[in-house]
């Protein structure tokens, strides 16, 4: 079920390299590549899910909500992460010049099934 969820939010998104259902503590629920011989979002995943444990850390002691959703933009790297509960997240990982917008919103649109499944 998670693999179809992730298969469908990167293949319909250009530029879409990968994603991961990931845990906070770096396990990885499922994974997709598209582009197997670009990153390895396995690897992404663990390293920024300690960054996002920190920004959710951040966002508690300034009392302004939970941390809902984090992209970083690299040279070489476009990933945008999508909380789905406290303990876990959805992290897909885009070309530079990939469809941010498009991304975030069918993330958004597979959350609450991703949400369920867990």
């Known amino acids: ?6 298969k469908k939010v990167i293949d319909n998104v250009d530029g879409g390299i990968g994603g991961v259902i990931m845990g906070l503590d770096g396990i990885p629920v499922e994974v997709y590549t598209r582009q197997t011989d670009r990153i390895d979002i ?5 390293e920024f899910s300690f960054i996002l444990a920190q920004v959710r850390k951040a966002a508690d002691s ?6 809902e959703e984090l992209a ?5 790297l476009m990933l945008v992460i999508r909380m789905l509960d406290s303990r876990y997240f ?9 469809n941010f917008g498009k991304a975030r919103y069918l993330m958004r649109l597979a959350s ?3 949400i369920e499944q867990l």
Request: with cysteine; net charge negative.
């Open 1 to 6: 079920m998670f693999a179809e969820a992730l």
């Open 42 to 46: 396995t690897t992404d995943g663990m």
């Open 62 to 67: 300034l009392q302004v909500g939970n941390c």
């Open 72 to 76: 970083v933009k690299a040279e070489k």
């Open 90 to 98: 959805f992290a897909v990982a885009l070309a530079p010049d990939g």
């Open 112 to 114: 609450p099934k991703l």
